[in-house]
């Protein structure tokens, strides 16, 4: 988050660098934080992740790799998610199908 931002602003500005994709209405599926998303990283920094995790259907553009963030994007169904995700990401997609009942 840059200053001065909010945290739509921010998840717009990071879809568009991470993936090339401008993004329309977000909605708010959540937030997610707790002892269970604590990171130490590479230069030895120590947190607690606070993820709000939004949703959108509107989306422009074509999918591009910033090669410095990701080595591959891909759009899945739900029903068609890799098996090997993250439990984090899984946690965040949890939260979609509980405010958003998949028939």
Not at 30 to 42: C, D, F, M, P, T
Not at 55 to 71: A, F, H, K, Q, R
């Amino acid at each position: 988050m840059e200053l001065g931002e909010s945290l739509e602003e921010t998840a717009r500005r990071e879809v568009k660098e991470e993936t090339g994709l401008d993004i329309g209405e977000l909605k708010l599926e959540g937030v997610i934080s707790g002892a269970e998303y604590y990171l130490k990283v590479a230069n030895g920094d120590e947190l607690y992740s606070v993820t709000t995790v939004y949703s959108t259907n509107e989306y422009v553009g074509e999918l591009e790799i910033d090669e410095l963030e990701s080595i591959d994007l891909q759009f899945f169904s739900l029903d068609q998610l890799p098996e090997d995700l993250q439990k984090s990401y899984m946690d965040y997609i949890k939260h979609y199908l509980q405010n958003n009942a998949i028939e």
